[in-house]
């Protein structure tokens, strides 16, 4: 006989109302039992507001009002908030009453969704599923360094490459090591210098060298040809080349991976973020048949590194659905199609803003800098809101969009004058417009020396100094 579950009226959850009646409290609850320098960092700013809900690139809060959304939860949105194919998919593992994480079992799903992804990368054979960036860079680093059986890892400075231990310790920001060491032993070039990577190369013990092709902080793009160069020394002494694809991965850059424009294949290659479709976190590692076989190379090393949650249904399938939209609805076309007309935009205001110093980045992974301007006047103010933090006048534009606009931005990384854009990629013309035309008016604004800008600078100093 089946069994048959019965539910007691004590026993039932409502989410819905939960969150009627306490979701104004946010704020308060994270000040009290989470991390207390988030909503004093919000209200500093003036982002400290109340969203209900979220579609595509857009985000609403509780009067209604819209915001575009040009961060996407920081690269993970990358298919915009609730797709609807992905948000089906995940009920439909839900609804299927899986036997899932038994763990002693080969679910298929995981199975259908390494062969999806490795079909973007033929020259890889294999995929370890994780549950973050993080833990794919953490999977990518004990990978190589028990198959090369070095244990020193090069990565570039300005790297970010995850927070936990050892990700951090090739994490290429000052500032997030701190307090948190001894860290392993690895140690950080400057993007591009080849010959400090021989350097490191000779002395016989460097596993790998890990690299985003483009870096989050401050969209630093690998320089033409460094990529390649550097694979070549790599090989030639048994190390390996390892892209961190964590964010400009899937589709981010107008290919499905970054490293894919410089025409090489890396050894090992970690992705996560925009998989998950934005519904279930996942990270993924892929690697050469060759060093998964060192890794896994007994039944009595089945399970030398894995994770309990990895693999798991739900995320499986909000990946096999995201690739599947990304296939059918032309999602990497577009974000190489908006990536142009975003970037041809920005760049033609250049010379039009003596504070607007460069436009960089590929496909929907585009760094604004701004820059010292000749002008007296500008010149004064600009410098004095250096003085008091370097990346404050960057923090002002964000400012702006956001407050004048409703237009979520990033300042690109602490200390830095840059703003980062990485928003869905499918975004139309519609919010290429919007977005344009809400720049050229802050810009316009920050010229003509309005509060704006620069009285916000000084009023974010003030906040920053309160108890």
Known sequence: MDR??????????????????????????????????????????????????????????????????????????????????????????????????????????????????????????????????????????????????RKRIVYCKHAFHGLTAGSLSVNGEVDFRKGFGPLLPDVAIAMGDLAALEHQLRRGDVAGLLVEPIQGKGVAVAPPGFLAAAQQLLHSHGALLIADEVQCGMGRTGDFFAFQHENVEPDLVATAKALSGGYIPVGATLGREWIFAKVYSSMSRVLVHDSTFGSNAQAMAAGLATLHVMQTEGVVENARKMGELLQTGLADLVDRYELLHEVRGRGLMIGIEFGRPESWKRRTAWTGLRLARKGLFAQTIVHALFHRHRILTQVSGDHLEVIKLIPPLTIGEAEVDRFMNAFVDVMDEAHRGSALTWGFGKMLIQRSRRP
């Open 4 to 149: 048959v579950w019965s539910v007691s009226t004590e026993s039932h959850f409502d989410l819905r109302d939960l969150l009627a009646r306490r979701g104004g409290e946010r704020y308060d609850l994270q000040r009290r039992y989470l991390n207390p320098q988030l909503p004093r960092m919000l209200h500093a700013i003036g982002f400290d507001r109340i969203y209900t809900h979220a579609e595509g690139a857009y985000l609403y809060d509780d009067a209604g009002r819209d915001y575009l959304d040009m961060l996407a939860g920081f690269g993970v949105f990358a298919l915009g908030r609730n797709h609807p194919v992905v948000r089906q998919a995940v009920h439909d593992a839900l609804d299927a009453g899986l036997a899932d994480l038994t763990q002693f079992d080969a679910p298929p799903l995981a199975g259908l969704l390494a062969e999806a992804l490795l079909a973007h990368a033929p020259h890889l054979d294999r995929v370890y599923f994780g549950n973050s960036g993080t833990e794919a860079v953490e999977a990518a680093l004990k990978f190589a360094r028990f198959a090369t059986g």
